[in-house]
């Protein structure tokens, strides 16, 4: 069986955890865009189909049609959004220390999405678009450990944080009636199952 608790913390934002304080989410989600379809996979030896070289494709593209929203798929800030090159309108976002992932093509940015701003998990950053060098509309999505490229299908996607020291008491308080709960409930249950 599996438990986890709701916990709200010091800030108001509420997720599941572990009765021990591990968070039940990862700290990504895998694909930034719904009702897509891999069009090209990470390959550092592909041809490239507008300029048919052998090019590094170093990120997953995502077929989607022009319009359809991207989210930040990790909690995190902008640090770049704009025009660059062949990525077209771009952005950059960082995630704590190690992690960046960027999202390229859009048609447009969502609004809001600045430079400084923080973004949530999910929040919408903006939509597929054809800008820059694509063939047609898709997501290029990458994603960087330490700078360096990885693959996003494949990466290992870190936990989020678990429950900050300063709040595990506050934690511990709030969360202990819930798996005394959790408990009396399951004693039923298997006291109703023996009945039968
Ligand atoms: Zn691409």
Request: glycine share 10%.
């Amino acid at each position: 069986h599996l438990e986890a608790v709701i916990y709200t913390d010091a800030n108001g934002v509420s997720n599941y955890f572990t009765p021990s304080g591990e968070s039940m989410r990862k700290a990504f989600i895998r694909t930034p865009v719904d009702f897509a379809r891999i069009s090209s996979h990470f390959n550092l030896k592909r041809k490239h189909p507008v300029l048919h070289k052998i090019r590094a494709h170093k990120g997953t593209d995502y077929a989607a049609s022009r319009g359809t929203p991207i989210k930040a798929t990790g909690d995190g800030k902008v640090t770049f959004a704009g025009r660059k090159g062949g990525y077209g309108n771009v952005v950059i976002l960082q995630h704590g220390q190690k992690i960046t992932t960027l999202y390229a093509h859009m048609h447009k940015f969502a609004r809001n999405i600045k430079v400084g701003k923080r973004v949530k998990q999910g929040q919408i950053i903006g939509y597929v678009g054809s800008t820059g060098l694509a063939s047609g509309p898709h997501l290029h999505y990458e994603f960087r450990v330490n700078g360096v490229h990885k693959n996003p299908v494949r990466v290992k996607l870190p936990h989020a944080k678990p429950v900050p020291n300063s709040e595990v008491e506050l934690f511990s308080l709030q969360t202990k009636p819930l798996l005394a709960q959790l408990d009396t409930l399951r004693e039923n249950f298997q006291l109703a199952l023996n009945d039968q």
